[in-house]
């Protein structure tokens, strides 16, 4: 917000110079603004500092901060600053492009640039030497500063870093704060600052580029600026510094480089840089300077700014903006003044106040030639009056050059104006010089553009001399303002170079009248459009038609080139038309309708309609291209027909009797237009019109009917086209149509018709494709159609019946008409594999076996002998084939169907048949063998076998139960899945068939694969008891399969599945089997006796053992094994088992029997548990010998302890070892053995957990000082609750100390001492701490809080010293809860939060203080909190109440707060407040306050207020006024009446209180003769003549002569009218002298109209001329007339004569 009051500053910190009072706060020469608060948008305090923020523009601010574990770059666009964005970016630094959202990060030696928006990276680069400082010093460069070099990076291209610039030997040491580059990049800036014996001293290094050399310069902060001098013409290069040395602070302006070709030097300026005696220690840490302006701001570090003139060095003005060090600054663009941040997170800018500045200079710095200077450098206003003052002197000493130089530089041209011009113009010329005139423009020209007044008054005599040349050199110069006048002046000599000022000066009327006058009428359009003017485009396309129709036809199409037609189409189309410009219109509505919109259809049908009445053939083509769609189609339709464009007609007619009476002349229509046309038709429609061309002349149209037919057959539908043509009896045509369609038509009954017409038209060859290659007819149908046809030719009959099988249909047909050579030549040629079915059908009409016999030779085998068999077969006929087949066999045909009849005949006639089967090996086993089942099963089974026909040979063995050649032919044929099927208990003859191969088929068989094969299907089929059967017979008798090894093995375990009774009996009597596994599986089976049996026989010794340890579960048996094996591995099981056992003793006995510590840690986890450590001490000292594992070594300094040998212990831990001593030593800790803790906590230097163990053995002496050893925060605090438990606060205190600096213990440590009741021991504690080094914010908040709960008194000592290191909110909490009222407010008045503390304030009054109320209330944000401070004022100090509305004077509103005053009544006691707001004239304000004025009867104020405040209900307080018993208050209610155009109420209350002249002159003005007429009644009713005279003259105007001369006689008064009478005829005679004057000079009656009367205002008055005294008639009778009633009267005109005469 702009700077509104004075600038204050804290106590001790200020300036007397500096104050400025409330009256001056107008006059600052600058605008402050807070921006943004950092901590409000979520930033810590913390993290703002220049370290972790940069600034590189305006736009940007750039933070880094790290929330928990994660680091993250939080970005602030200062446009959206309440929307920060964060990113999860771990770098050393990031500083944001000064414009675009790019961000360059470092960490460590990497550099990396990114683009935000596109995530992107742009850049990449590791340097050699970390980088110190880096800066964006252009929008494509960014500068590094190492220790020792300076580097420019550009962003184009790949281009890497790039050395400038050595630093200079004079920064080592110095910490890098700035580097700043000119304009051109040509100068380069380094700035650092370093600590030198108690003052930072400031160190810069300038390098000039170009001359590659650098000078060092004592300096704290610098800057660059580009300056213009007067007279120069390139700008200079200066360079502005300040620094703070011993001697004091300065500020250098110098130019870089030396001046430029034709410049003048700039004068080096040195001037003091002012430091308040309070800011001994203050330097400069930035500037800025201000192109705009040219002014330099200057930063210090406490918050100082100083504004200095770049081109003087002059101070403009400083003062102290912030508490707090800027630490970042950057030009604010917006204003072109200075931006900065401040550790408190404050973003502020400050800039020039254009509006304040020069008075400023003025009046307070008095410095004229510098207001003068600035207002003209930069156009500043405030200086007006100065350069008023000097051009007046100048121009009263005749000085006219030097006033024309100060009118020219006056800023915002003040002086360039037409009273300026008429000044010079008065001017006498000097002999021998240049007109004052001429000398003004020449100065104005040289210093840049006039003005409209000066460039009319300049071109005036310039165009009067005829030297227009000058004038178009000034417009190309851009020297004068061009304007409308000016174009008119210039338009007398040059219509061009008028166009050329009329485009400048924006004047399109006049513009386009220019274009017209000179022809170039394709501009108009174009210029319209860009100035956004509308001519009367209609009347000049007229216009150029009359001249010219070609460029009228261009210019009517850009008329309606763009989407929105710049004339109406219609009205165009009729300027053509008027001229019958057919074709130039046709050509201009096709481009102007090509956009086919629908508003345009009234113009696309006056297009068609007059070029089919003139030019058919462009209708025609207009109507092709399809270019509209909007017109009227019936008309058009109805125009084409009569034109003979049948085509379009139909195109555009709907009506079906239209259509029908145009479609018959299809010898004018394109015949495949018009089949594309039907198309578009109805159904219905369609039929019609095919019917309507058939009956017109079937001949012509059938072809293309049958085409339109075929096309749309699938709308039309097939059944109606068919009916159409059978109607007309168009076979033919039906026909074609069919055949157009069959081939893709999948109906039956086209297929079907299409067969029909074929064959009524004799075509047969196509019956018999149709008949061949379709699939759609229905064959039954087709067939007795054909039957019925009686073709001479069968074919198509023939080929139906093959295909439908129809066969046996088509043989008796064909037998029964005795048409046999076609049975002939249907299985011979046609189809001979329907040979058997015609056989069959043969045979059913009892055909002779000769005839069949022959006909079956002919055929030769072309046919399925399988299907001739069965139907032989089927008709108990086979052996008619014998010869066939025995002659089939000769000819050694293979064929399984020929021989699988020859066996059958065979089998029926016994002929052979066993050694047929067995010897022939081309007939179907199956088939045969199934033929034979129940003639022979005998013959069946041979063939089965034969065929390996499985399960057809199990099934008639079984039912037959032929069961030893089943298990013969089952061993045989080795096939699992038969053994599994023969096997399963579904199998009712499965035991007769076990039977079997026990007894037979096994043993006769000496393959080993059969053996294999069986027992395996016996497994399979999970019969245990046959197959230990079965193996027994194998096994155990003595075969050749006795030691077999596998047997035996499937044995046992047959035996351990089946019957465990056998197991023993088995392993005693067979040798040859796998022990070990088969033993296992005994374990599985619980058989532990017959694993112990077979691992002790084949002496397996660990297995044994482990069999009667794991299953016996003999611990005794084990131990005797053991003893009688003496194994160490035995032993080892043995002790393993024991241990699982908890026998400590006797598992470590046999751990040392058998020398084995390999299992330490179960023998140390068991000891531990069952307490055994003096074994264990055994047996860990036997394995320490083995092995020096720390594990064991721990534990044995572990089970020291235990059994409290701390001698041995201190003396194991005293040599060499590798235990685990901490370890050791916590357990200890946690099993309460605190002197063994204490030997191995200080064996390792373990001081934290010593502590804690001598806390534990109450030596808190000790543990203090093993704490402070530790020098841990848990130690500590460990140690300090135990020191305040045991009541040792001073211990306490000293462990606290160390507490109380970290924050996050802080709260356990606060916790701790009240939960037991010592609060002044930790209020001791804690005033301890805040000397601290360290201290941070969490004590002193904490501190607060303890205070308010327990030491309220010294609450606020401690806030006033400490609160700007609390946590406020948390002591605000705090305080509220103690009922602290003024410690709260005070809190939150340094929080910000002015809305609590002022309600805090009215809540609670012992809080309240009027000079702090007033400070606070008038920063609220909550507008309500104004009037609930109002009401309590009013409840608790009504006499402060004054005072508190001036402060909130520019905040409340007004109408508001009047209308609380007026409902608690109390307005008398802000009078003065509603006098001071009276200037805003608000409504209610000036209401309540001439309410006061009335009720104090001050009409002297009331009429001061209501004349110069508007803002109120004049009609009601007029009301109230006229019933006032002042007269003052009505004649003011007549003035409000007045005002309002009440003139009748006006007037009847001025004649009330006899104020006869105010009654008068309301009448005048009311303009209103009936007022005036009533008011003259009023005076003569009252016998007031004098009045009655007054108002003739007052109200001339409005009365009618004879009126008043008839009130005058009628009363008797017309001394007193005579004087308006004789004007009135006075005026007349005038006029009709005019009107006799003119009559006589006109010439001629009908050349001039009649002269309207016009009366002559400035015509003397009768009464006034000599003589009028003279003459006749006594003088006016008068009277005295009161002095109130006439006083004031106008003295003018007749009246005034006429009393001056008396």
């Known amino acids: 917000t702009k700077i509104e009051g004075s600038f204050s500053f804290q106590e001790g910190e200020g300036s007397s110079e500096l104050h400025h009072t409330a009256k001056m706060s107008q006059a600052l020469p600058i605008a402050f603004q807070e921006h943004l608060n950092l901590q409000n948008v979520g930033i810590q ?887 034979c089942e129940k003639r022979d099963p005998h013959l069946a089974f041979v063939a089965y076998e034969r065929g390996q026909c499985d399960y057809e040979l199990i099934e008639v063995t079984n039912v037959n139960s032929l069961f030893k050649s089943q298990a013969r032919y089952l061993v045989k044929r080795r096939e699992p899945d038969l053994w599994a099927f023969v096997l399963s208990e579904d199998n009712e003859y499965r035991r007769q068939l076990i039977d079997q191969c026990v007894q037979t088929a096994l043993p006769e068989t000496n393959d080993p694969e059969d053996v294999s094969i069986t027992v395996k299907a016996f497994m399979q089929a999970d019969l245990p008891n046959e197959l230990i059967e079965l193996l027994e017979k194998i096994v155990l008798d003595n075969s050749m399969f006795s030691d077999n090894r596998n047997l035996q093995n499937l044995l046992i375990l047959t035996a351990i599945k089946a019957d465990k009774t056998r197991v023993m009996d088995y392993v005693n009597r067979l040798d040859n089997y796998d022990a070990p596994d088969i033993a296992n599986i005994a374990i599985g089976s619980e058989l532990f006796e017959e694993a112990f049996a077979i691992f002790k026989k084949f002496e397996v010794n660990t297995s044994a053992i482990e069999v009667l340890i794991e299953h016996i579960r003999s611990l005794d048996r084990a131990y005797e094994f053991a003893e009688r094996c003496s194994e160490p591995t035995v032993w080892s099981m043995l002790a393993k088992a024991q241990l699982d056992a908890t026998m400590v003793k006797e598992a470590i006995d046999s751990y040392i029997k058998a020398d084995d510590p390999a299992n330490y840690v179960d023998v140390i986890a068991v000891a531990n548990r069952e307490e055994g450590f003096e074994d264990l001490v055994r047996f860990l000292q036997m394995a320490r010998k083995k092995a020096r594992e720390p594990y064991v070594e721990t534990e044995l300094v572990f089970a020291f302890a235990k059994v409290n040998r701390l001698a041995d212990l201190e003396e194991f831990i005293s040599g060499p070892n590798v235990a685990q001593i901490q370890q050791v030593g916590d357990r200890c800790f946690d099993e309460g053995m605190f002197e063994a803790a204490k030997l191995l906590y200080n064996n390792i230097s373990n001081f934290g957990r010593l502590a804690q163990t001598l806390v534990h053995l109450q030596e808190y002496q000790a543990a203090v000082d093993s704490a402070r050893k530790a020098n841990s925060t848990r130690t500590w605090k460990e140690v300090s609750f135990a020191c305040v438990d045991a009541l040792e606060f001073r211990l306490a205190q000293i462990c606290g100390l160390h507490i109380v600096v970290h924050a996050d213990e802080l709260d356990e440590l606060i916790h701790y001492y009240q939960h037991r009741g010592h609060f002044e021991e930790l209020i001791a504690l804690m005033e301890a701490g805040l000397g601290l080094e360290r201290a941070h914010m969490g004590m002193f908040t904490e501190l607060a809080i303890l205070y308010s709960k327990y030491r309220p008194e010294k609450m606020m000592e401690h806030l006033k010293l400490f609160w700007s290191r609390v946590n406020i909110p948390k002591v605000l909490r705090a305080a509220e809860n103690a009922h602290l009222w003024e410690e709260l407010v005070f809190l939150y008045v340094h929080y910000d939060e002015f809305d609590n503390a002022a309600m805090t304030m009215v809540r609670h009054t012992e809080a309240w203080s009027h000079a702090q109320f007033k400070d606070v209330v008038v920063k609220v944000a909550n507008t309500e909190i104004y009037y609930k401070a109002l009401q309590f004022y009013l409840d608790t100090n009504p006499l402060q109440l004054t005072d508190l509305l001036i402060v909130l004077t520019p905040r409340i509103d007004h109408s508001r707060a009047v209308q609380f005053f007026a409902k608690t009544k109390n307005l008398p006691l802000v009078k003065s407040y509603l006098s001071s707001v009276q200037h805003e004239n608000i409504a209610a304000v000036n209401e309540a306050y001439n309410g006061l004025l009335i009720e104090e009867e001050d009409f002297a104020a009331l009429r001061t207020s209501v004349e110069t405040y508007d803002a109120f209900d004049a009609l009601t307080l007029a009301m109230r006024l006229e019933k006032h018993e002042l007269m003052e208050f009505r004649r003011l209610a007549a003035v409000l009446y007045k005002n309002n155009n009440r003139w009748s109420q006006a007037v009847e209350l001025a004649k009330q209180d006899r104020l006869y002249k105010d009654a008068m002159a309301y009448t005048s003005e009311s303009k209103d003769a009936k007022i005036a007429e009533d008011l003259l009644t009023f005076f003569v009713e009252a016998k007031n003549n004098e009045c009655f005279a007054a108002c003739l003259f007052v109200c001339y105007d409005l009365l009618k002569p004879d009126v008043i001369l008839e009130l005058a006689w009628r009363h008797n008064i017309l001394d007193f009218a005579m004087p308006f009478l004789v004007q009135v005829t006075r005026e007349y005679l005038g006029k009709v002298d005019k009107l006799v004057e003119r009559d006589a000079a006109r010439p001629d009656d009908d050349e001039e109209g009649p002269v309207p009367l016009v009366m002559n205002d400035n015509a003397p008055l009768m009464i006034t001329g000599p003589g009028y005294m003279g003459g006749g008639g006594g003088g006016m009778p008068m009277g005295g007339m009161p002095q109130g009633q006439m006083g004031g009267m106008p003295q003018q005109g007749y009246g005034g004569q006429m009393y001056q005469q008396y």
């Open 45 to 931: 305090q913390a993290n703002i500092g220049f370290s972790t923020l940069t600034m590189e523009s305006d736009k940007f601010l750039c933070v880094r901060e790290k929330v928990g574990e994660q680091a993250q770059v939080v970005i602030i666009d200062m446009a959206d600053a309440n929307n920060p964005v964060r990113r999860p970016i771990s770098a050393d630094s990031a500083i944001m492009h000064p414009t675009l959202k790019v961000i360059a990060l470092k960490a460590g030696k990497q550099l990396q640039i990114f683009n935000i928006e596109m995530k992107t990276k742009m850049k990449s680069h590791i340097m050699t030497d970390e980088v110190m400082f880096w800066k964006w010093i252009s929008v494509k460069t960014v500068a590094l500063v190492t220790e020792t070099c300076v580097y420019h990076w550009s962003m184009d291209g790949d281009s890497q870093p790039t050395k400038v610039f050595d630093r200079h030997a004079s920064l080592a040491g110095c910490q890098i704060i700035n580097y700043r580059t000119d304009l051109n990049e040509k100068w380069l800036l380094l700035v650092g600052i370093s600590a030198q014996q108690g003052r930072v001293v400031g160190a810069m290094q300038l390098y000039s580029v170009d001359r590659k050399v650098s000078q060092a310069i004592e300096g704290h902060a610098g800057a660059f600026a580009q300056f213009k001098m007067d007279g120069n013409q390139a700008e200079s290069t200066l360079f502005c510094f300040a620094v703070r040395g011993q001697a004091g602070g300065k500020l250098y302006i110098l130019e870089v480089g030396g001046p430029a070709q034709g410049n003048q030097g700039f004068q080096k300026r040195t001037v003091d840089v002012f430091f308040p005696p309070e800011a001994a220690n203050d330097f400069p840490v930035a500037m800025q300077v201000s192109k705009k302006h040219d002014v330099i701001f200057l930063i210090t570090k406490y918050g100082y700014v100083h504004l200095y003139d770049l081109e003087t060095g002059v101070c403009i003005y400083m003062n102290r903006i912030s508490g707090d060090t800027i630490f970042v600054t950057a030009v604010h663009e917006a204003t072109s003044g200075i931006i900065g941040v401040n550790r408190k997170g404050q973003v502020l800018s400050v800039s020039v106040d254009e509006s304040n500045v020069i008075p400023y200079i003025t009046n307070t710095l008095q410095n004229y030639d510098l207001a003068i200077r600035m207002a003209t450098r930069n156009n500043l206003p405030g200086a007006d009056d100065l350069f008023v003052k000097k051009f007046n002197d100048l121009f009263a000493r005749g000085q006219y050059g030097e006033a024309a130089t100060v009118a020219a530089n006056s800023p915002r041209s003040a002086l360039r104006t037409p009273q300026t011009i008429q000044r010079f113009q008065q001017c006498p010329t000097q002999p021998g010089q240049q007109a004052p005139l001429l000398q003004y423009f020449s100065i104005l020209l040289e210093r840049g553009q006039l003005n409209k007044y000066e460039s009319l008054e300049l071109a005036r005599p310039v165009l009067a001399q005829g030297r227009k040349q000058l004038i178009e050199k000034w417009l190309k110069e851009e020297k004068l303002e061009c304007s409308e006048e000016l174009g008119d002046l210039v338009k007398q000599a040059d219509a061009t170079l008028a166009l050329s000022v009329y485009l400048r000066a924006d004047v399109p009327q006049k513009v386009i009248q220019c274009f017209a006058e000179t022809g170039q009428f394709q501009k108009i359009i174009l210029y319209a459009k860009k100035v956004n003017f509308t001519p009367d485009y209609v009347f000049l396309l007229r216009s150029v038609m009359r001249s010219n129709p070609d460029m009228g036809g261009q210019f009517a199409a850009m008329l309606v080139a763009e989407e929105q037609p710049l004339a109406d189409v219609q009205q165009i189309v009729d300027v053509f038309m008027e001229m019958n410009l057919v074709q130039q219109c046709t050509a201009f509505l096709l481009d102007a309708l090509k956009n086919n919109r629908p508003e345009e259809g009234g113009l696309q049908t006056r297009l068609l309609e007059m070029n089919l009445m003139n030019a058919p053939q462009v209708a025609d083509a207009i109507l092709g291209n399809n270019m509209f769609t909007h017109y009227d189609r019936p008309h058009i339709a109805q125009l084409c027909e009569n034109a003979g464009l049948y085509q379009r007609a139909l195109e555009h007619y709907k009506d079906i009797f239209d259509i029908k009476r145009a479609i018959v002349h299809t010898h004018l229509l394109n015949a495949e237009w018009l089949v594309n046309y039907f198309g578009t038709l109805s159904v219905e429609d369609s039929l019609a019109c095919l019917k309507a061309m058939l009956e017109a002349n079937i001949r012509q149209n059938l072809q293309l009917c049958v085409q339109i037919a075929s096309k749309y057959h699938e709308q039309l539908t097939t059944d109606a086209l068919i009916g159409l043509f059978e109607a007309q009896k168009s076979f033919e045509g039906l026909f074609y149509f069919l055949g157009s369609i069959v081939n893709f038509s999948q109906e039956p009954d086209v297929h079907f018709k299409y067969i029909q017409a074929a064959v009524r038209t004799g075509q047969i060859k196509e019956v018999e494709r149709i008949c061949r290659e379709s699939n759609c007819y229905e064959p039954e149908k087709v067939k007795n159609f054909l039957k019925e046809a009686k073709l001479q030719d069968q074919l198509p009959l023939i080929i139906v019946c093959d295909r439908f099988d129809f066969v046996h249909d088509l043989v008796l047909h064909l037998y029964r008409n005795n048409l046999t050579k076609y049975i002939e030549i249907y299985v011979q040629k046609v189809n001979p594999s329907r040979l058997p079915i015609v056989v069959g059908g043969l045979m059913d009409v009892d055909c002779g076996d000769d005839v069949i016999k022959s006909l079956i030779m002919s055929v030769r085998g072309l046919f399925s002998t399988e299907e001739l068999v069965e139907e032989c077969e089927k008709r108990n006929r086979l052996k008619l084939l014998l010869p066939w087949l025995e002659a089939r066999v000769h000819e050694e045909n293979e064929e399984p169907a020929t021989h699988n009849a020859l066996a059958k005949i065979y089998i029926d006639s016994n002929h052979n048949a066993e050694r047929f089967l067995k010897e022939n090996a081309f007939y179907d086993s199956k088939v045969v063998g199934k033929y």
